[in-house]
């Protein structure tokens, strides 16, 4: 542009250029709507073997373009899959032909006509009508093919995973694969909302900014509300709004939200990340065993239509009953002796075996690191995890045959967590000392428990809360297994990345703190 001449290794120029003349030729290559009739898809269907007359309106990006003079074979793509269409300058105009000139793979283009078949048998719509709705300014990253020791195959750039969770939108332009697994993922959700409205669970939702975090213990993301003048946090589990509701009458209710956690990232964790929790009252945490197989197992024989699931080469088979097996059992079977809960005998035990620990950890912590480093990889197949150590669940109901235990259990498939549960501790005096000493850990430096006590949970709970159980399922980990993905991100839209470099911004380029406000205590969220 500007009169210097453009290179052909610059398409995002070229296609500027084309943007620029089709503007010029009167054309808005933005149009506001296009008003469809049929989708590719539904012309397939309509048109069928039968070839009734048939006039249509399609819309969608152009994926093809094969050009013969004064006519033209092109494919459009849209949700549902790929059409031909067949343009001719003798339907078209002139005028209107030469635009297609200005096409490129990418581009939105509507297209109206009468369906027909060509001599080759495909399905093809005879254009009368055609509009550029969106001209693409930057190539998609198309398949190529490439010969590989096994043959030619196509290649996309977006196999690259880097690009692919930077660039989603790219990678769902051009992958229909891609596109399936979140099409899994909403029908994972709808089954999860069908079984539990099936069953008397009202759906609710509770506050992701929260004045006091709680309901598990991790490092919550911290930000400040100028106009309160205080400091909040983005909800790190919904546990303890639920319970409220409960309280308040509320039986059965659960939500499917997202949740914060101010942690590392891996194949199996992202700090933003979805959770199912759902509450049922006169429930204890054998009953939430029975009705967790039932909801998972559902799910399985949905996605994979029997009771065998397959994720990344391994087959388990989720046929109930799941087996039960006892926390500490689970340990003692690896050689851990667990006898003495003391943390000086547990600290030992994971010197024996190797298993870092911090100086803050207590007897739970490194009863945890225990159980992930030397269990946990061995559950491949469904297993439930029960009768944890008092120690590792603040809110959980005392177990009444042993006093160092709470009733509750975790689901594992393929060697990870899936679900939490518990019989809830209702108790308001047992549930401020357990607060009380989850403050004194992180007094003592654990930076994972909650250092402040949830008062206004306890008032809840001194209105009276019945016999309760409550279980959370992590819902990015179920759809990673119900579509054989291998990283969490796969499953997530758009997953948290480290900042590129054009996006990282120096403190100096921020707003000043408004005049008569305080600034945030800690880290900003």
């Excluded at 891609?178 to 994972?188: G, L, T």
């Excluded at 949830?454 to 297994?481: C, H, K, N, Q, S």
Aim: overall charge negative; aromatic content about 8%; charged content about 30%.
């Amino acid at each position: 542009m500007g009169g210097e001449p453009l290179q052909e290794t610059d398409p995002v120029a070229v296609r500027r250029e084309k943007l620029e003349t089709l503007e010029e030729r009167g054309v808005d290559p933005f149009p506001a709507t296009w008003p469809v009739t049929h989708t590719a898809a539904e012309v397939l269907e309509a048109f069928g073997d039968e070839e009734p007359e048939l006039d249509v309106r399609i819309a969608g990006r152009v994926v093809s373009v094969r050009g013969h003079g004064r006519t033209t074979f092109l494919h459009v793509a849209d949700r549902t899959g790929r059409i031909q269409a067949y343009l001719r300058q003798d339907d078209l105009g002139e005028g209107v032909y030469s635009l297609l000139e200005l096409l490129d793979l990418g581009d939105y283009l509507g297209v109206g006509g009468r369906v027909m078949r060509t001599r080759t048998g495909e399905v093809t719509v005879q254009a009368t009508e055609v509009a550029v709705l969106a001209k693409a300014l930057r190539p998609l990253p198309i398949g190529k093919r490439v010969e590989t020791g096994e043959g030619a195959r196509t290649w996309h750039q977006s196999e690259d995973p880097e690009f692919r969770y930077r660039q989603r939108y790219a990678d769902l332009a051009v992958r229909p694969e891609a596109r399936a697994v979140f099409e899994s993922r909403a029908e994972i959700l709808r089954y999860l909302r069908d079984f539990l409205d099936a069953r008397g669970f009202l759906e609710v939702e509770t506050p992701a900014l929260q004045p006091v975090y709680g309901g598990a213990t991790a490092r919550p993301f911290t930000t400040y509300h100028h106009a309160l003048d205080t400091t909040l946090y983005l909800r790190i589990a919904d546990e303890l709004y639920l319970k409220r509701c409960v309280v308040g009458g509320l039986e059965r209710v659960y939500e499917i939200a997202k949740d914060f956690r101010n942690e590392g990232l891996s194949r199996f964790h992202n700090p933003e990340f979805t959770m199912l929790e759902f509450y049922a009252a006169y429930m204890d945490y054998r009953d939430l065993m029975e009705l967790t197989e039932e909801l998972l197992v559902g799910l399985v024989e949905r996605a994979a239509g029997g009771t065998e699931l397959t994720w990344q080469g391994t087959t388990v088979d989720v046929a109930p009953p799941w087996p039960r097996v006892s926390f500490l059992a689970a340990l003692a079977e690896r050689g851990v002796a667990v006898e003495d809960l003391s943390r000086r005998a547990l600290a030992a035990e994971a010197g024996r075996f190797g298993v870092e620990i911090e100086p803050a950890d207590g007897a739970g912590r490194i009863l945890d690191r225990l159980f992930s480093e030397l269990v946990e990889p061995g559950l491949d197949d469904p297993v439930f995890v029960l009768d944890h150590p008092r120690e590792l669940s603040p809110l959980a109901k005392r177990h009444p045959d042993d006093p160092r235990l709470v009733e509750r259990f975790e689901a594992y498939l393929f060697g990870k967590e899936l679900g939490n549960a518990f019989t809830e501790l209702n108790d308001p005096r047992e549930q401020r000392e357990r607060f009380e000493a989850q403050a004194a850990l992180a007094a003592a430096g654990d930076v994972e428990a909650a250092a402040a006590i949830d008062e206004d949970f306890l008032r809840a709970l001194e209105y009276g809360m019945p016999p309760t159980a409550g279980m959370g399922i992590g819902v990015d980990r179920l759809v990673m297994f119900l579509t054989d993905q291998p990283s969490i991100r796969d499953v997530i839209l758009f997953p948290v990345m480290r900042p590129e470099e054009r996006e990282r911004v120096d403190a100096g380029d921020l707003p000043a703190t408004p005049a008569g406000t305080a600034p945030p205590e800690g880290p900003a969220g």
